[in-house]
């Protein structure tokens, strides 16, 4: 069962980069999975961020796809999210997930609270 | 973008109550829709994958049914761990898109 685990900063000044990786433990970054990013506003819904295959193949939310960048480090076994000029509507909770085919998230990580302010 | 529109927003019910959830997508997305469970402070769970097959290990009073631009997530028999919020994504194209998600509450 891959297990998949966010970390990064928990708190980012406005117009800087947010930066998190997602860990992935219990199977191969290798694997025929989309490697993805979802996010939550406090109190809100969620919203799809991107995702990226072990290739390097990229999809990007048009809404964010100017900010933001995912990739792989398949040495390592894991895949990062940049998010660049931030304000305070990027504080959210950012969550990693495994995508199987058609775009299923059939795993995720925990969540990690990413708050920006001065 | 593909908007999806789900009703109620949110829903009173008791332990026991059957309870159904509707997603609305704004073009037709044949089958590909997706439903997921997110309790507070948690990540989402899936529930549902292609409209209405089951994920392994989800209950079997959770079903799912639709194609097309009108789906429906049903709980036949509500019980005490099924208080969450419900959201459904279409993964037809990109970019994915959820609903606004459905607060089911004890009444």
């Known amino acids: 069962q891959m297990q998949l685990q966010e970390s990064g900063p928990g708190l980012v000044k406005p117009s800087g980069t947010l930066s998190l990786t997602c860990g992935v433990s219990?199977?191969?970054?290798?694997?025929?999975?989309?490697w993805s990013w979802v996010r939550q506003p406090p109190g809100k819904g969620l919203e799809w961020i991107g995702e990226?295959?072990?290739?390097?193949?990229?999809h990007y939310n048009p809404s964010l796809k100017s900010r933001v960048t995912i990739s792989v480090d398949k040495s390592n076994n894991y895949f990062s999210l940049k998010v660049s000029s931030v304000t305070a509507a990027d504080t959210a909770v950012y969550y990693c997930?495994?995508?199987?085919?058609?775009?299923?998230?059939?795993?995720w990580g925990q969540g990690t609270l990413v708050t920006v302010s001065s | 973008d593909i908007q999806m529109t789900q009703s109620p927003s949110s829903l009173s019910a008791s332990v026991g109550d059957k309870v159904t959830i509707t997603c609305r997508a704004s073009q037709s997305i044949n089958s590909y829709l997706n439903w997921y469970q997110q309790k507070p402070g948690k990540a989402p769970k899936l529930l549902i994958y292609a409209a209405s097959s089951l994920q392994s290990g989800v209950p079997s009073r959770f079903s799912g049914s639709g194609s097309g631009t009108d789906f429906t997530l049903t709980i036949s028999s509500l019980q005490p761990d099924d208080f969450a919020t419900y959201y459904c994504q279409q993964s037809y194209n990109m970019p994915r898109t959820f609903g606004q998600g459905t607060k089911v509450e004890i009444k």
């Open positions: 990226i295959y072990h290739s390097g193949t990229t």
């Open positions: 997930a495994r995508g199987e085919i058609f775009g299923v998230l059939k795993g």
């Open positions: 219990g199977g191969s970054i290798s694997s025929s999975n989309w």
